[in-house]
């Protein structure tokens, strides 16, 4: 390859921050908490879990999409660490649709995922 090539590789493939938003929570005793998008891979991942695959009939996967999203998003303001794994989906789903909403939101939006399409990934299409 040459050195034009390598450069374009090197700036391509060099690791970037990953777009976040820190956001005060008044139903959590007023925590912050961090929205942080997704790489490409954990999108990729989050969209391939709304479809599931029984027998060969494909049907959506919509239990509980805004938690399951939300887990992979939420981070500790401090560390950025991840405040969830995929596994505690269920227990973030509890919480009041209320307070989870405009985190969603802010997810759907830092992960460039407009309406549309976190409709449509939420139907499995």
């Known amino acids: ?11 391509i ?33 989050f969209e391939g879990s709304t479809v599931q695959v029984n027998d060969g009939v494909v049907r959506a996967n919509r239990d509980n999409f805004t938690a399951r999203l939300l887990v992979r998003c939420l981070r500790d303001p401090a560390t ?3 405040l969830f794994t995929d596994d505690e989906a269920a227990l ?5 649709q209320v307070t989870l909403a405009p985190l969603f939101r802010i997810a759907v939006r830092l992960n460039g995922m407009d309406a549309k399409r976190a409709v449509e990934a939420a139907q499995g299409n």
């Not at 390859?1 to 700036?11: C, D, F, Q, W």
């Not at 493939?13 to 891979?41: I, N």
């Open 1 to 11: 390859m040459s050195a034009v090539n390598e450069g374009l590789r090197k700036a």
């Open 13 to 45: 493939l060099t690791p970037r921050p990953l777009p976040f938003e820190d956001v005060v929570v008044p139903a959590w005793d007023g925590q912050t908490v961090r929205v942080q998008g997704l790489t490409a891979a954990e999108q990729d991942d």
């Open 80 to 82: 950025g660490d991840r």
């Open 92 to 96: 973030l789903g509890h919480q009041s």
